[in-house]
């Protein structure tokens, strides 16, 4: 997911990464509730045909912030990204 990002991001402003991030989001927040879900992440990376499962996207993310996250706030989806 990150490399995804990574690449749809390079060589953009500081703004048009954090609009594209935002809207990101928008796409992967299936209900609309301002946090994004392992399942939801899981959900959206199965569409795209990635296969990630649950526990790895899990995994990921507690690497990333060294500790549990069942959830993102959008402020935690776009340091991630």
């Not at 301002?34 to 507690?62: C, N, P």
Request: proline residues 1%.
């Amino acid at each position: 997911c990150q490399a995804v990002a990574a690449l749809a991001f390079s060589k953009k402003t500081e703004k048009d990464v954090k609009e594209e991030t935002d809207a990101f989001h928008q796409i992967v927040d299936r209900d609309g509730n301002g946090s994004i879900t392992v399942f939801e992440l899981t959900e959206w990376l199965t569409k795209i045909h990635q296969g990630m499962r649950e526990e790895d996207i899990a995994s990921l993310l507690y690497h990333h912030f060294d500790s549990s996250k069942p959830k993102l706030t959008k402020a935690e989806f776009n340091e991630w990204i």
